[in-house]
């Protein structure tokens, strides 16, 4: 197996990425021969955000499906993730207040959704009933994350 180490940054694009990696594997575009071809892995490290690595990955796929057909000497095609770092940044700013939203009050709706579960366990229906509440408190309290803030 044929290894290539692919160092990526927050700086980096997922087509920078994509032609890294066509780069590697263009000295294997050659007609296919099942006893010469290799097995190749990419080995992703370094750190993206997690917004990206999702465009990254379907580069990822596009690059599978084309180095795995006739016109490249390769059998098999895969990449390794488990030492890429992706992140997911905590906003800075503050969210809009609960009463800007459309929804009345939350915390009725959400006992109201319960009641249509028809949750049979009323001792779960009563814990969920309790968590509920908190939870929405707890998620409109805290910052929304956009897509800027991911690479910081």
């Known amino acids: 197996m044929k290894q290539f180490e692919v160092e990526l940054s927050s ?3 997922a087509l920078t990425v994509e032609e890294k990696i066509r780069e590697l594997v263009a000295s294997y575009r050659k007609n296919f ?3 010469t071809a290799a ?3 990419v080995k992703l490290q370094g750190k993206t955000s997690l917004s990206y690595w999702w465009t990254i990955e379907d580069r990822l796929v596009e690059i599978q499906k084309n180095v795995l057909t006739e016109e490249y000497n390769i059998l098999e095609f895969r990449w390794d993730e488990e030492e890429l770092k992706k ?3 905590q906003s800075l ?3 809009p207040q609960m009463d800007q939203y459309l929804i009345e009050d939350p915390v009725r709706d959400f006992v109201n959704y319960l009641k249509n579960l028809e949750i049979d366990d009323e001792v779960k229906f009563e814990q969920y009933a309790k968590l509920g509440p908190e939870i929405i408190k707890e998620v409109f309290s805290e910052g929304f994350i956009s897509s800027k ?3 910081e």
Do not use: F, V
């Open 39 to 41: 097995r190749i892995k």
């Open 93 to 95: 700013a503050k969210t």
């Open 87 to 89: 992140s997911i940044p």
């Open 33 to 35: 021969d099942g006893n």
């Open 11 to 13: 700086d980096m694009s």
């Open 149 to 151: 803030e991911e690479l």
